[in-house]
């Protein structure tokens, strides 16, 4: 079995979130990274959105974002719900990018004439922002695992998890859980 992806501690998360702040692209970056830790969306996932798909007419970022089943790895639709940290961030993101056609993709990428990222070039800008940023093991995956983990963490219960995941099998749910000793002391103050 090949290694999982690292699961960020709210340390290295910042440490991210800081690298980010001081490049290109931070209002973006910054919300690439929070839309995978606040979301457990999967990078083919992120790479899909459209402008319409996260900011209503209005202009206001969603409470759910409606994930099309061609857009995800189990090919069924699935609802991503937005709580209220990921929506401010994804509400600033949008202030400072409306692209004329809204059917663009909502993270843009720096190449001329291209429609954002696919999943791939996703993959690719979070490995190389985890490690300048100095995160090793971490991938475009650790956001979810990092959304799985702190959900679990709290008590949600593995079948929410799974849902929330778009995973078919609880096992593969439970294969995301990364147990810490924080998660371990808190077990024990229960007996």
Do not use: W
């Amino acid at each position: 079995m090949s290694k999982q992806a690292k699961t960020l501690t709210a340390e290295e998360l910042r440490r991210v979130l800081d690298y980010v702040a001081t490049r290109k692209h931070s209002t973006r970056n910054r919300a690439l990274v929070l839309t995978s830790v606040y979301s457990g969306c999967r990078v083919g996932e992120l790479s899909s959105l459209t402008y319409t798909d996260v900011v209503d007419d209005e202009g206001k970022v969603r409470d759910e974002i409606r994930l099309k089943a061609e857009n995800t790895k189990t090919k069924e639709a699935r609802v991503v719900f937005v709580n209220a940290k990921l929506k401010k961030e994804l509400q600033q993101y949008a202030s400072t990018y409306k692209p004329a056609n809204t059917e663009l993709k909502f993270f843009y990428s720096q190449k001329r004439d291209s429609n954002g990222y696919n999943a791939n070039t996703l993959t690719q800008f979070f490995h190389y922002l985890y490690k300048r940023a100095g995160i090793f093991g971490a991938s475009s995956h650790s956001g979810r695992r990092t959304f799985i983990t702190n959900l679990a963490s709290k008590g949600v219960g593995v079948r929410v998890l799974m849902s929330l995941a778009g995973h078919r099998n609880i096992s593969t749910t439970q294969a995301y859980i990364d147990v810490n000793d924080d998660m371990k002391r808190k077990a024990v103050e229960l007996a």
